[in-house]
């Protein structure tokens, strides 16, 4: 189970989605993502309409979305208008 570290600065793509797979570990920010899903391990900033931390999911850091749903972990400061935990 190789685990990928990188240190980027993500901007939404055109269709603004972004999504951390399960085998992934990624350090970064994530800016004005329109959808955003984190199954693996995630460190950083994320700002996103739309925000879903799956069961396998890992998030450590800054978070502001619209609607945030989260069945993983998550530490740090959230900001959502719609929140969602699911167990």
């Given at each position: 189970?190789?685990?990928?570290?990188?240190?980027?600065?993500?901007?939404?793509?055109?269709?603004?989605?972004?999504?951390?797979?399960?085998?992934?570990?990624?350090?970064?920010?994530?800016?004005?993502?329109?959808?955003?899903?984190?199954?693996?391990?995630?460190?950083?900033l994320i700002s996103s309409d739309s925000?879903?931390?799956?069961?396998?999911?890992?998030?450590?850091?800054?978070v502001s979305a619209e609607h945030l749903?989260?069945?993983?972990?998550?530490?740090?400061?959230?900001?959502a208008g719609d929140l969602y935990i699911?167990?």
């Amino acid at each position: 189970d190789e685990n990928i570290k990188s240190n980027l600065d993500l901007s939404s793509n055109d269709q603004g989605t972004v999504v951390v797979g399960e085998s992934v570990n990624l350090e970064g920010k994530i800016d004005n993502s329109k959808d955003t899903n984190i199954s693996g391990q995630y460190s950083g900033l994320i700002s996103s309409d739309s925000l879903c931390i799956s069961k396998s999911g890992e998030l450590k850091g800054e978070v502001s979305a619209e609607h945030l749903s989260i069945e993983g972990e998550v530490e740090g400061e959230i900001k959502a208008g719609d929140l969602y935990i699911r167990s």
